[in-house]
């Protein structure tokens, strides 16, 4: 075939394969320097320090003699009896009441008040529209009387008495007819 023929096999072009050949970088001559540079240039070394002082004991506090109680503060800041105070005055005009006069202490509501040895009492007068005591009452609020919900009787119950009584007329519905076994009523209002 034309296919056969003209893609046959052939061999493919490449490049020569070549490996590369080793530096010899691992490879010393000689042993293997276990130090470091760091380790070479900073070696250990014996520290500069300032000679070490003890202070000496200067026996402040080991006195035989009577401690002195007094401070600064205590002898220039004493108190004084009566204090330093400038002397109150007055202007002029400032006197309003007469100081020498005796002040009347009686007030509107002291004068008008009535001390009662026994605690007197008014005796309570009742209305004439005041309920009368004895006799019953019902106790019952404006609140319940308007705006509770007033039960009024269900007029389903007179229907169903009318069935069973063989469709007599009620208080509020008039028999009709039956037709096809429903009841029909008519209301009398």
Do not use: W
């Amino acid at each position: 075939t034309v296919h056969k023929d003209e893609f046959q096999k052939k061999q493919q072009d490449r490049a020569a394969v070549t490996k590369p050949k080793e530096s010899g970088i691992l490879k010393g001559d000689g042993k293997l320097n276990a130090i470091s540079t760091s380790a070479n240039e900073y070696t250990v070394k014996r520290g500069e320090r300032y000679e070490k002082a003890v202070p000496k004991n200067n026996q402040i506090l080991n006195s035989t003699g009577k401690m002195e109680l007094s401070t600064t503060t205590h002898d220039d800041y004493h108190t004084n009896e009566g204090g330093d105070r400038f002397a109150v005055t007055h202007h002029a005009d400032s006197d309003i009441f007469d100081s020498h006069a005796d002040f009347d202490g009686h007030t509107i509501y002291n004068d008008n008040f009535i001390k009662g040895s026994t605690g007197q009492r008014i005796t309570g007068v009742r209305p004439s529209t005041a309920l009368k005591l004895g006799g019953s009452r019902e106790l019952i609020s404006g609140y319940q009387a308007e705006f509770q919900p007033k039960v009024e009787p269900c007029v389903a119950g007179e229907l169903v008495e009318s069935v069973k009584k063989d469709h007599k007329t009620t208080k509020h519905f008039e028999f009709n007819k039956v037709s096809s076994g429903h009841h029909f009523y008519e209301s009398k209002s």
